[in-house]
């Protein structure tokens, strides 16, 4: 069994998922509006910066929760980017559950870690 070969596959059945494929017309429907994809990567980039500073322990990253909330509302009356984030969501829990999988079958856990 050749491991690239296998990976190809793994690949290609990612791509042919409905969580995928949902994603990425979600992806190209936002990408078309610049200022709704601006909002987005915003939106999710105070999450990465609070989840962030919540690991560091850094208490800013309380601040960032009001922003993050407040942003979050504005997005919920755009019904776009309502589907995009929670197609985004689906395909980022699929990917997630992939790793998990590949880290605990090759019992190294964490792939950050080798």
Known sequence: MNVYDEAHKLSQAIKES???KQFIEMKRIVDQDPQLSAKIKE????QIRQQAGQL???AAAQNLMAQIQEMYQLMMRDPRAV????VSMRFSL???D??????DT???GNFTNL
């Open 18 to 20: 409905e969580e995928y």
């Open 106 to 108: 090759l019992e190294v």
């Open 83 to 86: 589907q995009y984030l929670q």
């Open 56 to 58: 560091t322990g850094d």
């Open 43 to 46: 939106f999710q980039e105070l």
């Open 94 to 96: 699929m990917m997630n």
């Open 98 to 103: 992939v790793f998990k999988i590949l880290g």
